[in-house]
């Protein structure tokens, strides 16, 4: 059985002690520390066995924070973030650590078509980037097999990716998210109540 759950604490008690295999979390995008708050007290019922393992499946609907996508035993979740940033020009990049890609820190959102209107601004889309920080994007887009993309100074595309194309764009995110899917724990995880503090991408 499944109950969709927008607020009331107590209905989550009472649904869990009912016999509900499966609670739906929802009111959580755009809610920012709020949500995040309430998504703790959630998963503080759900898992208040000593070995802090879910006593209920739980799918959270709109999950779009890093931070929350790692720090709870979700059963399941849906986001709209991966095509929501490909279509305004932007790919998820994970963070290089010991030369490894690492998927414990929130990615770094990298502004890379061509027709974003900071193409221009230092620091702020992928031409402007250093170069040993281009070189951290260009790694991961051959990782995941996704084209930069190439256009010539008239505007004909050469090659298709992620520079001018957004559904390459919201490809190499998908891939993001199903490499963060296979980077978290085998469900179900304990639930631990801390803080996931998140570095810079080139730091």
Known sequence: RFFFLGGALGWLSRYRAGGYVLVGLGGLAGGGGRASDWIDLCFELICDQPSRLPKIRTHGFGVTS???LIRYP???VDSSTWTKSGAFGKISVPRLRG???TFGDAPYLI???D???RAKEQGQHYKTLTPP???IVDRWLAEINIPIGKTAIDGTVEEYGVTNRHSERKIANLLFFEKLR???PEYPWPFKL???KSRGLFG
């Open 66 to 68: 890093h931070q929350d």
């Open 74 to 76: 979700w059963w399941s």
């Open 99 to 101: 030369g490894k890609f």
């Open 111 to 113: 502004i890379i078509s």
């Open 115 to 117: 027709d974003s209107p």
């Open 133 to 135: 920080e281009k070189r």
């Open 182 to 184: 296979a980077w978290l």
């Open 194 to 196: 801390e803080q996931n």
